[in-house]
């Protein structure tokens, strides 16, 4: 059943050396301040895993916290491109990265399948790509029915889970809402699973598109208001769109990089004493 815990607790408890990782989120409620805590907690030769790696997985790498990154796209969205990823997989800076790349299509079938407990899930995809020359995870196999080739690809298997909602109730329950992607699958698919809320509230409202994980799949509920920052929870906060243009300085300089994630992530204790450190202008405005 469902354990409620501190960031801190829940990162110590369920995130270990040489796991593979997810951080799932799709343009909103992306789990930053679980980033900045396994950075925090000097995580090493960790398997990041996420279909579109944006500014945290920039840092997580920055910061020596990876080996290898399976993902289907990476940047900075609407700024550019992620200047500590590129240093890893260039030039093996601060280590060498290793990369496996997919299609959104390919990630999000491979969570699926590791969800519904299959070691494969079949697509229609790949074919005629360079990705077949470059991803060893990725086979062809004939459709028994009709021949047909389809693309295989393994069951994405997780040892933890990370993602944001905006609600759990008091049982442990969870409640996503707005721009969905993969979490609930993130969620199915790990042994560990540790779920960021804005609130804990005694009853659930329904909502459009919304998505429920129930209790018994859900491992640690953590409140942390605004652990999005800076994407957003749909009727919790804005997007601090200011942040990632903001971000794209920062991360071109390695010296400037460190510098910024000494004083802001690693001398700050938690995701409300990071945002205190930032320029109130980076942060006005988000609060819906």
């Not at 900045?36 to 790696?53: A, C, D, F, K, S």
Request: hydrophobic content about 40%.
């Amino acid at each position: 059943m469902t354990k409620f815990s501190t960031l801190s607790e829940a990162i110590e408890a369920n995130v270990h050396d040489g796991d593979r990782v997810a951080l799932e989120g799709f343009t909103h409620l992306i789990p930053f301040a679980a980033g900045h805590e396994i950075i925090r907690q000097g995580r090493r030769n960790l398997t990041l895993v996420r279909m579109t790696p944006d500014i945290i997985y920039d840092q997580l790498i920055g910061m020596g916290c990876a080996s290898k990154l399976i993902f289907s796209w990476a940047g900075n969205p609407g700024a550019g491109s992620l200047h500590r990823f590129r240093d890893a997989v260039e030039r093996e800076i601060p280590g060498p990265l290793a990369i496996e790349e997919h299609s959104h299509a390919g990630m999000a079938t491979r969570y699926a399948a590791s969800a519904s407990g299959l070691p494969f899930g079949i697509l229609r995809g790949y074919a005629g790509t360079d990705l077949v020359e470059v991803t060893d995870n990725v086979r062809f196999v004939s459709c028994p029915f009709t021949g047909e080739s389809l693309a295989a690809v393994p069951a994405l298997d997780l040892d933890v889970g990370i993602i944001c909602a905006q609600q759990a109730d008091r049982q442990g329950n969870v409640m996503l809402w707005g721009i969905t992607g993969v979490q609930k699958e993130t969620v199915l698919s790990a042994k560990r699973s540790i779920v960021l809320v804005e609130e804990i509230v005694e009853h659930f409202v329904p909502h459009v598109n919304g998505v429920v994980l129930p209790n018994w799949v859900v491992g640690t509920v953590v409140e942390c208001p605004s652990g999005s920052f800076p994407s957003y929870a749909q009727d919790y906060s804005e997007r601090a769109n200011d942040f990632y243009a903001y971000w794209e300085p920062i991360s071109r300089d390695r010296d400037r990089f460190l510098a910024w994630m000494g004083e802001h992530v690693l001398m700050t204790e938690t995701n409300a004493g990071f945002l205190a450190s930032l320029d109130s202008h980076l942060v006005e405005s988000t609060r819906a």
